[in-house]
């Protein structure tokens, strides 16, 4: 693997992470609360659903063009593992709590049909890991990044893994193509300049509140949105990276997947927790609510971290895969 991280993916992955986690706990809120007083929860869960799912696929897409594969079927298989298992168990789990399984049919239509939430993720990655190949010339990223956007834009009326898949393709690519013009000078004055990250943001922050109070859900605008918001925030952690010269943020990464993996369970229990003590939702419920569902898979994991089963569910590959398929 590269000696030298480039840490500001993983500060983008955190960030990403988290927004997930809120996400899903205010639109739980949403969905059983009468929230009319927290417009500010209605914004954020249309704001940041524009793009912490797309921030995923790019890290991920950047990644996978950064390495250097001299065994395909190896990564494939390691991949398979590393996220395969997280998948199968946790949307076992949680259907299970979730639902009455009335057959095993049930547990392979979410396995290998209909993915849940958030879990989902896992299973449009690994098969965009096998349906995308490396890619050494950057005009065929870029001809394969514009074919994405069309495909982005058609009506799919076919199973959940392609119309989902094709959806998502835009931006795992988008983050190949970024890894590949890093290496250019022009390129990298761009994704340099804070100014330029901060105008963005700014930009993505007033357009989306626009959109938000105008109710306007338009998805070339949406699209639009989500590519300013995503260099923006790109250029904003490599800047703080670099200027910083942060170190150790692997620490960062390795909380992402707990978080992600089980912070929809905080989520049932942070509200359960509020209906037994007969309380309502307010603005201090909230915010200990938010800091419940991220830091509480943090201290789970790192409890149960030391423990090689529990550690597995969240990261197997460490433990049953020792090939080596980078140079």
């Not at 939430?117 to 965009?128: A, C, E, N, R």
């Not at 590519?227 to 952690?237: A, D, S, T, Y």
């Not at 569910?313 to 020792?322: E, S, V």
């Amino acid at each position: 693997m590269h000696k030298n991280r480039e840490n500001w993916i993983d500060l983008t992955k955190g960030f990403a992470c988290i927004l997930v986690a809120l996400g899903h706990f205010f639109s739980s809120i949403m969905a059983t609360e009468d929230i009319n007083g927290f417009v500010f929860l209605q914004w954020f869960v249309k704001t940041v659903y524009y793009f912490h799912v797309p921030l995923f696929f790019v890290c991920s897409g950047y990644l996978y063009q950064r390495i250097n594969i001299k065994n395909r079927a190896l990564f494939l298989e390691k991949k398979l593992v590393e996220l395969g298992i997280p998948f199968c168990f946790f949307s076992v789990v949680k259907f299970i709590l979730k639902n009455h399984v009335e057959n095993i049919n049930d547990i392979i239509n979410i396995i290998f049909v209909n993915p849940i939430p958030p879990y989902w993720y896992l299973y449009i990655l690994f098969f965009l890991f096998l349906i995308i190949p490396q890619i050494n010339r950057i005009r065929i990223s870029l001809i394969l990044l514009l074919i994405s956007v069309v495909l982005r834009f058609l009506e799919y009326k076919v199973c959940y893994l392609i119309s989902r898949s094709m959806i998502c393709l835009i931006w795992f690519v988008l983050g190949m193509v970024i890894c590949q013009l890093s290496k250019l000078p022009k390129f990298c004055e761009f994704i340099n300049n804070l100014y330029f990250g901060i105008a963005m943001c700014i930009l993505f922050m007033v357009s989306s509140t626009i959109e938000f109070v105008y109710d306007i859900n338009n998805w070339v605008t949406n699209t639009i949105l989500t590519l300013i918001i995503i260099f923006g925030v790109i250029i904003i952690f490599r800047n703080i990276s670099s200027c910083f010269k942060l170190t150790n943020t692997q620490v960062i990464g390795e909380y992402c997947m707990p978080i992600y993996l089980i912070h929809t369970f905080y989520c049932v229990v942070f509200k359960e927790i509020i209906n037994m003590l007969n309380m309502n939702f307010n603005f201090i419920t909230i915010i200990v609510g938010a800091i419940f569902v991220v830091l509480g898979p943090c201290v789970l994991y790192y409890i149960v971290k030391k423990i090689w089963i529990f550690d597995f569910l969240f990261y197997p590959a460490k433990y049953i895969w020792k090939k080596s398929w980078v140079e």
